[in-house]
Every structure is written in C-alpha cells, then in structure tokens.
C-alpha cells in the first residue's frame, strides 16, 4: 500500500510469463521445503521424519484440494492454481511439520488448499480494502493467510509425545488431545497477532525512511517503460511496450549506415 499497484494498463493484462519454468522453480521450492522443514531439529531422528513425511502429505494434499476447486468453480484446473496449492500446503504445515501426525497433516492439507483459495478467489475480488492492494504473486494468501492457519492449527493438532522430542517442555499438546491444550491455541494465536504487528510497524518505518531518500514508486512515465528497462535491463527486450527508442540510451544508430548496408548486400546477392 506504501508504493501503490501498478499501472492500470499492466492490471488489466498480466498473462504469465514462462509456465515451464514456475513448474520447474515450483519442484525445486518443493523438494528444499523438505529439507527446510526436516532439518529443523538438527538431527535425524522421528521428529525430522516426521517433518518430511508430513511436509510432503499437506503439499499433496493441498495441490489436490486447489485444483478440484478450480475445476468445480471455473470448470477447468489451472497449473498455476495447482503450483498456489502446493506452496500453501508447505507454508501452512511448517509451524507443525514434526509435531503433527499424518491424518492431521492430511486435515492441514485440505483447509490450506481451500481457505488461501477462498480468501483469494473470492473475498480478494469481493473486498474493496483488498482491491487496493496490488499483490502481483498473491502473497498474501498464499502466505500470510496460509502461514497464520497452519500455526493455529498447529496449536490444535500438536502431538505430546513429538513435542516432547521437539522441545522439553512437559504437558506440551495440541487442543485435540485435552489437558492444557487449548491454551497453546491461544499462544499460537498471540504469536501471530505478534508477527502481524511487528511487520506492519517496522515494514512502514522502513518505508517512510527509504521514501525520505528516494521514492517508493516511479512516475507514470517510467511505469509506461517497465521498471527493468528504466535502468536498461530487461528479460525480454521486445519494443512495442510504450518505450521509444533513444540512441543515447541504447546504443547508437546510423540510418544512413543501415541502408548503405542493406544496399550493398542486395548489390553482392
């Protein structure tokens, strides 16, 4: 909201830019999420199998629930829609990678492929606040919401037993198995509310201070242009983007060098 979204023209049309390679950089995000989740304990033990294990029930299991309802409501499935469902499972399970067992990381999978997806096919479009955020990747749901579920769902499905091999703290447990389980609910509750805090406090505080030095959002003329090529860099470099070509920028060009020699080409032919 600091910065602002981008130009209407680029909202109105955003087709993905290479499939084959968010699939490819989507095996790679999976396949280190394991690692990431598994070596959290520092050794391999049950816990860090466990993590594994349950990192990769709740990333199927979410990729799976995202694309039915992709095809139950849009009436074909979507490839980017199934990479969105794989990354909220994984970000969801983390809180509770190796202190949940498999039926739950299964219930953690199915919620994380259909509340991100309803907060973002659906409230997204429908909310005005929501509308007015320009969240291009939709990190939002895909990790602020996902994220805060799998932590509150951590605090209801967390196992004694793994989390005594977790942490050494006694009668740790989730809410589903009594005791003083429901007071880690609200610990977990607290922790996010928290984390939410602290981001937005400190996110603005580092805005406000990098906009006292440079502003966070370039002019409508330098939307036009694209941010990359601005400062002459582009993955693509196609014209017809609303830049004009300037010579001093790049590269030089000679008109009457360029038909001399095409005309001497055409003499040699």
């Known amino acids: 909201m600091q910065v602002g979204p981008r130009s209407t023209r680029d909202r109105e049309r955003f087709p993905p830019n290479n499939v084959l390679l968010m ?3 989507a095996g790679l995000l999976w396949m280190g999420w394991a690692g990431f989740n598994g070596g959290d304990p520092y050794t391999a033990n049950i816990d860090s199998s466990m993590a594994v294990i349950n990192t990769n029930i709740c990333a199927a299991t979410s990729l799976l629930v995202w694309t039915c309802l992709d095809v139950i409501f849009f009436k074909k499935p979507s490839v980017i829609g199934a990479v969105q469902g794989m990354i909220t499972g994984l ?4 809180p509770g990678a190796g202190l949940v067992q498999g039926w739950a990381a299964i219930v953690m999978g199915i919620l994380s492929g259909s509340v991100p997806w309803f907060t ?4 997204h479009k429908k909310s005005p606040i ?4 320009d969240d291009t990747l939709g990190v939002f749901h895909t990790h602020a919401v996902a ?4 932590g509150m769902l951590t605090g209801l499905f967390a196992e004694p037993k793994l989390c005594a091999l977790f942490l050494p703290v006694t009668n740790s447990r989730g809410g589903v198995y009594g005791g003083s389980g429901g007071m880690q609910l609200l610990k977990q509750l607290a922790g996010g ?3 939410i805090g602290w981001n937005l406090v400190v996110t603005s505080i580092i805005c406000v201070v990098i906009n006292l030095v440079i502003p966070l959002r370039m002019s409508e003329e330098q939307l036009l242009i694209g941010d990359d090529a601005v400062h002459g860099e582009e993955a693509y470099a196609l014209w017809g983007d609303g830049e004009k070509y300037d010579s001093t920028k790049h ?4 008109d009457n ?3 001399k020699t095409s005309t001497g080409a055409t003499q040699v032919v």
């Open 120 to 123: 973002m096919m659906i409230v």
């Open 193 to 195: 509310a928290f984390i």
């Open 257 to 259: 060098n360029n038909n």
């Open 130 to 133: 929501l509308q007015k955020i």
């Open 147 to 150: 994220g805060l579920l799998g």
């Open 251 to 254: 590269g030089y060009s000679d």
């Open 91 to 94: 970000v969801c399970i983390t």
């Open 23 to 25: 699939l490819a950089g």
